[in-house]
C-alpha cells in the first residue's frame, strides 16, 4: 500500500476483555516498531521486530502486551486482561531497515471503559 | 522523567507572526529528528539534524541543533493555520537505537 495502515481506527473495549490492534507496513519494509501514545505525550517505544522476529520487546509493559509479526509483513499487537490504563493511541511505523526513516500510521485510538 | 523537554507545551499565535520550539536535553544525542502529528493522524518526519551547530531549512520553518548537541529549536517564520499541529522532537538516547520522544508542543497558528 502507500501507506502505513492501521485498523481499526477506533477501539472501545470493556476492561478485561482481549483485544488485537493490526498494522500493514509499507511494502518491502522489513523494519516494524509500535509505540503507545498518551493524552499530551509523546509516542513511547512498545516493541521493534526485525522481519519476523521480535528485535527488542523492551518497551511492552507487561505480560498482558504481546505483538506477532509471522511472515515477515502485518504485525498484530495483542492485549490480554484490558485495563482503563491501557487507553491510549497505539501507533505502528515502518522503515526500509531499522535506521532508515520511519513512517507512521494514523494509529488505532483504544479506549477501554 | 522525560529524556527530552519540549518548550512551551502549548503556543498559540495569530497568522503572520513568528514562533520557536525548543527540545532540551541533559544528555548529548548523536542526532535529533522533527516530527509534525496532526489530529487523528501519525506524526511526519519534518528533519532529522546530526551534526552540533546545524542548520536546516524547510521552505518557512527553521531548525537548528546545538553545538552540544543536547538541545534543538524550530523557528516558524510567518506561521500559517496550516502549520497547526503538534510538534515533537526525538532522537535515540545515547547507547541505543530506539527514538525517544519529548512530550510535544501544541502549535495552533489562528487565522
Known amino acids: 500500500g502507500a501507506g502505513v495502515s492501521q485498523t481499526p481506527s477506533n477501539k472501545v473495549t470493556e476492561k478485561g476483555k482481549y483485544v488485537e490492534l493490526r498494522c500493514d507496513p509499507i511494502?518491502?519494509?522489513?523494519?516494524l516498531y509500535w509505540y503507545r501514545q498518551s493524552l499530551g505525550q509523546g509516542p513511547e517505544f512498545l516493541i521493534y521486530?526485525?522481519?519476523?522476529?521480535?528485535?527488542?520487546d523492551s518497551g511492552l509493559p507487561n505480560d498482558r502486551f504481546f505483538a506477532v509479526r509471522p511472515e515477515g509483513s502485518v504485525s498484530t499487537l495483542k492485549i490480554q486482561r484490558t485495563e482503563r490504563g491501557d487507553s491510549a493511541v497505539y501507533l505502528c511505523?515502518?522503515?526500509?531497515?531499522?535506521?532508515?526513516?520511519?513512517?507512521f500510521g494514523q494509529g488505532t485510538r483504544l479506549t477501554v471503559v | 522523567t522525560q529524556l527530552l523537554e519540549q518548550s512551551p507545551q502549548f503556543l498559540s499565535i495569530q497568522e503572520g507572526e513568528n514562533l520557536t520550539v525548543y527540545c532540551n536535553s541533559s544528555?548529548?544525542?548523536?542526532?535529533l529528528q522533527w516530527y509534525r502529528q496532526e489530529p487523528g493522524e501519525g506524526p511526519v518526519l519534518l528533519v532529522t539534524?546530526?551534526?552540533?551547530?546545524e542548520v536546516k531549512k524547510l521552505k518557512r520553518l527553521t531548525f537548528q541543533f546545538g553545538d552540544a548537541r543536547k538541545d534543538s529549536s524550530l523557528h516558524i517564520t510567518a506561521a500559517q493555520p496550516g502549520d497547526t499541529g503538534l510538534y515533537l522532537c526525538?532522537?535515540?538516547?545515547?547507547?541505543?537505537?530506539?527514538?525517544?520522544f519529548g512530550a510535544g508542543t501544541t502549535v495552533t497558528v489562528r487565522a
Open positions: 521486530f526485525q522481519g519476523t522476529g521480535a528485535a527488542d
Open positions: 526525538a532522537g535515540p538516547p545515547p547507547g541505543d537505537y530506539k527514538l525517544s
Open positions: 544528555s548529548v544525542f548523536s542526532s
Open positions: 511494502s518491502g519494509h522489513t523494519a
Open positions: 539534524v546530526v551534526t552540533g551547530g
Open positions: 511505523a515502518s522503515s526500509l531497515t531499522y535506521r532508515e526513516k520511519a513512517f
